[in-house]
């Protein structure tokens, strides 16, 4: 059963990423993080701006920060992401590809921490950050999706990852998210009744 979902991408992913979270229910159960590339100076809005969109709680990560069903949590720039017995650790080791938050250093985590129960996605990126993350995730025995390159405003991230896991599930970006729903765990009964009654 999957236990995460963590989703990685750079140029322009605020429009990737804000339209899959847009077609999650507010009873979708995993936690879904978000790994975006962004300066060391950058005002801390995406966590705002993808709040605007969906209906699950969006909150940027913290150190020491409790892995949470049903939450969207989004990396924080200038910071490496990290997974650790249900929490999260941020760190500020050396920039991995020029880039931190690094997807490759979060997918390599989630695939050691939680193995197969950890689902990777690359949408679009200028970039070949994530692809030997997402291979990390697919050797553990987790699932990797892959947003269809011709569907991305920058295919280079993807078609990377496409190389680096042929076995990967490739989607058009319209379809990641009912995708994602299909496959996730129904939230238990208290968790359905709670999530109803904040929608």
Known sequence: MYEIAVIGTSWGGLSAVSTVVADLPATFALPLVVVQHRSSDA??????LLQLRTRLTVVEVDDKQAVLPGHVFVAPPN???????????????APVRYSRPSID?????AADEYGRG?????LTGANEDGAMGLKRIADR?????VQDPATAESAVMPQAARRAVTRSRVLPLARIAGHLVSIAPP???SQRHFGAHLA
């Open 43 to 48: 005002p801390g809005l995406l966590a705002e």
């Open 141 to 145: 025995g987790g699932y990797a999706i």
């Open 105 to 109: 250093v979060t997918f390599t985590s």
């Open 118 to 122: 950890a689902i990777g996605i690359v």
């Open 187 to 189: 939230r238990p009964p």
């Open 79 to 93: 910071y490496h992401l990290l997974f650790d017995r249900g929490v999260f650790s941020l760190t500020t080791d």
